[in-house]
């Protein structure tokens, strides 16, 4: 888990061409660990331009094919093609689309040779999508980052970074319109656990809560960044009332391509 063996098959193959420039993101992404909690019906691949786009999806519908895969296009168009794949027995959704080349972190290897988004611009994504549109998957999903890659605070302090239309609170505002979901609305989702609707909201309360008094708590030369420990090897969130320096952590903006955390001695 979380990847299908059919999905794992496919991501295998494809997996010779895929490049910092054309990786694997969206739910498949998140949930690539085998501990996650969510299966997701498609791949989704970024690409850094339009032209990436049709590129990557001509070399690996070429190899889909030449493997006895067959590839319906649904959508065509600029930056974006749709397909479903299958080998007459499963078939799934392959996304091929254009995002920004703005991120935190450069794209790293899958244990499979390819190329995936790293887990904190899966983290910071996931929370501007949510913000997006009301979705249960992705509720199922911010949660899951909340816990494992970073609290909601840090990821709304630097999801400005990449949307600047947002400020920390005017973001967090839009997340308190969502969580609302029903039992059989989540019901629909192929979970790896079962959901707690009640555990669930009582973590989302407290995750706005904490996240709005970060947000009012941080000042405003740090707007954008996530916190980085040397140490710990990892982002993190940093302490009140104590400075960065003395908690060993360094700010980390992001660039075009991504770029790796300044590690001071």
Known sequence: MPLTDFQRTVLA???PTRAPDSYLAGGAALHFAPNSVRFSNALDFFH?????????FAEDTALLEAESYKVDVEISQPGFIRATVGDGHEAMRIDWAHDT????????RDSMGAFLLH????AVN????????DEPRDFVDILFVHERVLPLAGLTWAAVAKDPGFTPL?????LKRR??????????LNLAVPYDPITSKEQWLRALENAEEFARSRPTDELGCLYYSPDLGRFTLPLPGVGLEAQ????????PGGVLPRVTQ
């Open 13 to 15: 193959l494809l997996a």
């Open 48 to 56: 850094d331009s339009p032209e990436r786009v049709a590129a990557a």
């Open 101 to 108: 080349a703005w991120r935190f972190m450069p794209p790293v």
């Open 119 to 122: 887990e904190i611009d899966l």
């Open 126 to 133: 996931k929370t501007l999508a949510l913000a997006g549109r």
């Open 170 to 174: 005017s973001l967090i505002e839009l």
């Open 179 to 188: 969580g609302r979901h029903r039992p059989a609305e989540m019901e629909r």
């Open 248 to 255: 060993g952590l360094v700010v980390h903006f992001g660039a």
